[in-house]
């Protein structure tokens, strides 16, 4: 167990859906992250979120969108996918962002997503 | 560019032996971290090295890094079946404000019994 978890574990939805992802970290981090993992490619960094104020945003189409309501928790909404979307989305934490120093990251499990 | 290109792709080996995995990459970094992933889960940190030190072990795992050469090795000793995974190097860019990783490819390690 890394301290980060996410629900749900796995998501088949339609392209009309709308569904979230949620993460929750449980160390007392400042900063966490969402990255789309597809086959064959490197992890995308897709969000940065730091002390709750969004840092980074890396051309993710608007058809994803991130909340970060508190330090501990971070969502990922998702409404009207392509079927290219389909991947393992992962989310991670990080002790700091902006301290100039050297962090590991704590990654979730991850959500296999499946758009049909 | 990408940075943290893996190599070899793939590494098939036997139990009790060494694999070692390189990764390049091509811009000046703070630090370079390698990453472990068994199938469809997580990733796990292994191991960190900033960019002013040379090497670094850690149980079985020992990591070099060549800031000149811009690439980095690590290498797993005795291996053991459990150890199958894809590993990942990632570097912290130091041209970037902020903390951001850049990840490789992967390398698949498969280490049979």
């Known amino acids: 167990e890394t301290g980060v978890t996410q629900t749900p574990r796995h998501l088949v939805m339609g392209m009309t859906n709308k569904k979230s992802l949620k993460c929750e970290q449980h160390?007392?981090?400042?900063?966490m992250y969402w990255y789309k993992q597809s086959a064959k490619k490197p992890l995308e960094l897709m969000f940065v979120?730091?002390?709750?104020?969004?840092?980074e945003n890396n051309s993710v189409p608007s058809r994803f969108s991130p909340e970060c309501p508190n330090s501990s928790h971070l969502f990922l909404h998702l409404h009207t996918l392509q079927p290219e979307d389909s991947a393992l989305y992962l989310c991670?934490?990080?002790?700091?962002?902006?301290?100039?120093?050297?962090?590991?990251?704590?990654f979730g499990p991850g959500t296999r997503l499946t758009v049909t | 560019s990408q940075q943290g290109e893996e190599d070899p792709q793939a590494l098939s080996i036997q139990e009790g032996e060494n694999a070692t995995m390189n990764c390049s990459y091509k811009?000046?970094?703070?630090?370079l971290q390698w990453y472990r992933q068994n199938s469809g889960r997580g990733l796990v940190h292994l191991i960190l090295?900033?960019?002013?030190?040379r090497e670094k072990h850690s149980g079985r795992l020992r990591v070099t890094l060549d800031t000149s050469k811009k690439s980095s090795s690590l290498l797993i000793t005795a291996s053991r079946a459990a150890d199958t995974a894809s590993y990942f190097c990632?570097?912290?860019?130091?041209?970037?404000?902020?903390?951001?990783?850049?990840f490789g490819e992967g390398t698949q390690l498969t280490v049979n019994p």
């Open positions: 811009t000046s970094i703070n630090n």
């Open positions: 990632a570097t912290d860019a130091k041209e970037t404000s902020g903390s951001r990783l850049t």
């Open positions: 991670a934490s990080s002790l700091t962002f902006w301290s100039g120093g050297s962090y590991e990251q704590y």
């Open positions: 979120y730091s002390l709750e104020e969004r840092v």
């Open positions: 160390l007392g981090h400042n900063a």
């Open positions: 090295i900033r960019s002013n030190e």
